[in-house]
């Protein structure tokens, strides 16, 4: 059923009021800081061209409206369907090697986000599947090798409303780092294969995944397209290895997973949390383990240096929130891991 007009109203105010409390409380805790302000005057067109997301695109004769502000507040009232959103930054070279995350708060309804070009994340579903997320805070980590540090770059965000206020409707939206997050060295967030139900074929390193859907991770698997799906799902993402772990022992970043997981590595199993049977949780409510960080050790010899090795993830999702929903995701050595507690633990 769709939800009433006061209502929607009503829940985007009441978002961007507990945003404002959320991101003070996370700028004390130096949970996330804002290192470039993205707030202000975007370009912008009604429709969308996939011309549009080169990031050498002339968009000098657009619109230029007020972010964030929907866009029926300035020149475009009544107006619903596709429109384009397009800004300039420039981030310095000392952030390379730094989690860099897009922070563009609350869209109505649905995104799709690119950085020079490249998709980043995607939030809701788009026509002809549409799925409004107009609920769901957009965060999106950024891959380095999609940025040029020091130079130009380009945001572009594809929007689709399907009625009522569109656009970017509320938060500080930024880019921002987070200061005490763990160093990964070898990241593997971004773009993932995503398939709902549950195989344990799917664990091969060499499963043919290539018709299964795009997931962004982090992220939750309800604000992409899987609305209300609980039960069994698997994760899987192949990447290459060029040996830059320097250690005996590796460890697994790999986050938040709602609720229960195991992890596979080239089809052996690297870590899990919760107790899982083919079918079923056993033992211990899953919701128990659905807030805790995920950090497995492993030998280094089950990466392969010089190849292609693939990571397979699955989840046990029993209500709610599903999914590998908070990074950072990732591997780096057991002697950077142990540092980096010390030095964490040495800085409070």
């Known amino acids: 059923m769709r939800t009433t007009r006061k209502y929607r109203i009503l829940w985007q105010t009441l978002t961007g009021l507990l945003l404002i409390f959320m991101s003070t409380t996370a700028r004390a805790g130096n949970k996330y800081v804002r290192i470039i302000n993205l707030e202000g005057k975007w370009n912008f067109s009604i429709g969308y061209d996939e011309k549009w997301l080169s990031p050498g695109f002339n968009d000098a004769d657009w619109d230029r409206i007020s972010s964030p502000s929907p866009w029926e507040d300035q020149g475009f009232h009544g107006y619903d369907g596709y429109a384009t959103y397009r800004k300039e930054f420039i981030v310095s070279g000392k952030y390379s090697g730094t989690n860099l995350y897009l922070y563009l708060g609350y869209i109505d309804d649905v995104d799709a986000t690119y950085i020079n070009g490249h998709k980043i994340g995607i939030t809701g579903t788009l026509p002809p599947d549409y799925q409004t997320a107009y609920w769901a805070k957009r965060l999106y980590v950024i891959p380095e090798e999609y940025l040029n540090f020091d130079g130009k770059n380009v945001i572009t965000i594809v929007v689709f409303d399907s009625y009522q206020r569109g656009g970017i409707v509320s938060g500080e939206l930024g ?163 142990i540092n980096y507690w010390k030095e964490l633990r040495g800085n409070k």
């Open 175 to 337: 880019i921002y780092t987070r200061p005490d997050e763990v160093p990964t060295t070898l990241k593997l967030h971004g773009a993932w294969k995503f398939q709902t139900g549950d195989d344990f074929a799917w664990k091969a390193r060499k499963y043919d995944d290539s018709d299964w859907a795009e997931i962004f991770v982090p992220g939750k698997w309800e604000d992409e397209g899987f609305r209300d799906y609980d039960g069994f799902a698997w994760y899987r993402r192949s990447f290459y290895y060029k040996g830059s772990l320097n250690d005996e022992k590796i460890v697994l970043v790999i986050g938040k997973i709602d609720d229960v997981d195991a992890v596979y590595i080239n089809g052996v199993k690297a870590g899990g949390t919760g107790e899982l049977t083919n079918t079923e949780y056993q033992k211990v409510d899953p919701k128990a383990y659905y807030n805790s960080f995920r950090t497995y050790v492993m030998d280094a010899s089950l990466l392969e240096k010089n190849q292609w090795n693939t990571i397979a993830v699955r989840v046990y999702d029993s209500g709610g929130v599903g999914g590998i929903y908070e990074g950072p995701v990732g591997f780096l050595t057991q002697k950077d891991f």
